[in-house]
């Protein structure tokens, strides 16, 4: 039970203001739950809780202070660094203080330690990232940090080129963006719909060296599987989308046998999940503008034969709908109307099965 809270917006020196909120919780009151009893707290006990949390914001407000002080000093130092790290262990939305300890590692690190002392303290840093991201998993800030401290590994340990990339020049950075798939795909098998994480996966795969990327056909078996285990799984199906489209960019007489397999790909996932809306997404990506007839007829087949199982699937009446729309462009007069007068059975169904979307479905039927 929500017994009082702590709302402060700090200002000044951080431009974009650091929000602090601490909530004091209260279980006062007996109650039971899921069968447990709840036993009261004295007053005592509630005021002394309220000073620990005051104390802990306090001791919050008083770092942030030492910290913002430090850089407005120009001060670069290893136990500024290590301030921060305490800081943004407690707090890693703050992103002034992130750009702060980049700035010490650009003004010091970078600068006066050595090339391997250097690399070493990057390898912290992804560590301390590595720890944040359990406990934050979708915390922007975290993620650009691990992004940046990739980009700014140097050059090591060796001074040539190495054909595997171990002791040569790029030894260093082999070994740290090595890595970094293994990491993201163990967070998306924890969390397979962590958007951060997907975009981190794109990232790692379009920036790591050469010698590390993965082909198209192993990225699409990656979104496979994800997908067979969650038809849900917007983010794979996107980042399907994303591979297929690259591909068809590079050669387009890739796209019709590919269109026939992820027809038939998303087809079992209508079929098992027909009131999600990822799959229908994609379906729609598939079919695009309507312009090839062929497609579009024999989808609106697929679809009326769901629909006969599925009466009163909202999606499924909705992109037979959608559909219905493009094809009219195809038809004659006689079979417009044909179409507009099942698109506004359709969207009669609808305006009984989702009455909360009644106006739209009307809106769409007015412009029929």
Same mark, same amino acid.
């Given at each position: 039970?929500?017994?009082?809270?702590?709302?402060?917006?700090?200002?000044?020196?951080?431009?974009?203001?650091?929000?602090?909120?601490?909530?004091?919780?209260?279980?006062?009151?007996?109650?039971?739950?899921?069968?447990?009893?709840?036993?009261?707290?004295?007053?005592?006990?509630?005021?002394?809780?309220?000073?620990?949390?005051?104390?802990?914001?306090?001791?919050?407000?008083?770092?942030?202070?030492?910290?913002?002080?430090?850089?407005?000093?120009?001060?670069?130092?290893?136990?500024?660094?290590? #301030?921060? /790290?305490?800081? &943004?262990?407690?707090?890693?939305?703050?992103?002034?203080? +992130?750009? %702060? @300890? !980049?700035? =010490?590692?650009?003004?010091?690190?970078?600068?006066?330690?050595?090339?391997?002392?250097?690399?070493?303290?990057?390898?912290?840093?992804?560590?301390?990232?590595?720890?944040?991201?359990?406990?934050?998993?979708?915390?922007?800030?975290?993620?650009?940090?691990?992004?940046?401290?990739?980009?700014?590994?140097?050059?090591?340990?060796?001074?040539?080129?190495?054909?595997?990339?171990?002791?040569?020049?790029?030894?260093?950075?082999?070994?740290?963006?090595?890595?970094?798939?293994? #990491?993201? /795909?163990?967070? &998306?098998?924890?969390?397979?719909?962590?958007?951060?994480? +997907?975009? %981190? @996966? !794109?990232? =790692?795969?379009?920036?790591?060296?050469?010698?590390?990327?993965?082909?198209?056909?192993?990225?699409?078996?990656?979104?496979?599987?994800?997908?067979?285990?969650?038809?849900?799984?917007?983010?794979?199906?996107?980042?399907?989308?994303?591979?297929?489209?690259?591909?068809?960019?590079?050669?387009?007489?890739?796209?019709?046998?590919?269109?026939?397999?992820?027809?038939?790909?998303?087809?079992?996932?209508?079929?098992?999940?027909?009131?999600?809306?990822?799959?229908?997404?994609?379906?729609?990506?598939?079919?695009?503008?309507?312009?090839?007839?062929?497609?579009?007829?024999?989808?609106?087949?697929?679809?009326?034969?769901?629909?006969?199982?599925?009466?009163?699937?909202?999606?499924?009446?909705?992109?037979?709908?959608?559909?219905?729309?493009?094809?009219?462009?195809?038809?004659?007069?006689?079979?417009?109307?044909?179409?507009?007068?099942?698109?506004?059975?359709?969207?009669?169904?609808?305006?009984?099965?989702?009455?909360?979307?009644?106006?739209?479905?009307?809106?769409?039927?007015?412009?029929?």
């Amino acid at each position: 039970m929500m017994e009082g809270k702590i709302d402060l917006v700090l200002s000044g020196r951080d431009s974009a203001r650091t929000r602090t909120h601490l909530a004091l919780q209260s279980s006062a009151t007996l109650s039971v739950m899921h069968g447990i009893k709840r036993t009261k707290v004295d007053a005592a006990a509630i005021a002394a809780r309220r000073e620990k949390e005051k104390e802990k914001l306090r001791a919050y407000l008083e770092s942030e202070k030492e910290i913002l002080d430090l850089k407005e000093a120009n001060e670069w130092s290893e136990a500024a660094l290590q #301030l921060t /790290e305490q800081f &943004l262990n407690t707090n890693p939305e703050h992103y002034t203080i +992130w750009n %702060y @300890r !980049r700035d =010490i590692f650009t003004k010091l690190v970078f600068v006066s330690w050595t090339p391997e002392d250097a690399y070493q303290r990057l390898v912290l840093d992804l560590r301390f990232t590595t720890s944040a991201l359990k406990r934050y998993p979708k915390v922007y800030w975290i993620w650009n940090h691990r992004r940046w401290c990739l980009e700014n590994t140097p050059s090591g340990p060796g001074t040539e080129p190495d054909s595997k990339g171990e002791e040569g020049i790029d030894g260093w950075k082999m070994a740290v963006w090595s890595q970094e798939v293994l #990491l993201v /795909e163990k967070m &998306l098998s924890l969390d397979e719909r962590n958007f951060h994480a +997907w975009d %981190y @996966r !794109r990232y =790692i795969l379009s920036h790591c060296p050469p010698s590390l990327r993965r082909s198209d056909a192993d990225e699409l078996a990656y979104t496979t599987r994800r997908i067979e285990k969650n038809h849900s799984n917007f983010s794979a199906w996107h980042q399907r989308s994303l591979v297929y489209t690259s591909l068809w960019k590079e050669d387009p007489s890739q796209r019709a046998p590919a269109l026939d397999q992820e027809f038939e790909l998303v087809k079992n996932a209508l079929w098992m999940a027909p009131d999600d809306q990822s799959g229908w997404l994609y379906h729609r990506w598939l079919v695009g503008s309507g312009d090839d007839v062929t497609i579009l007829e024999k989808e609106i087949g697929v679809i009326e034969e769901l629909l006969e199982v599925e009466p009163e699937s909202r999606w499924t009446l909705d992109t037979l709908v959608y559909y219905k729309r493009l094809l009219m462009k195809h038809r004659s007069e006689q079979g417009k109307r044909q179409l507009v007068e099942e698109c506004r059975r359709s969207l009669e169904t609808l305006c009984r099965i989702d009455p909360m979307r009644r106006r739209r479905y009307e809106d769409i039927g007015a412009t029929l």
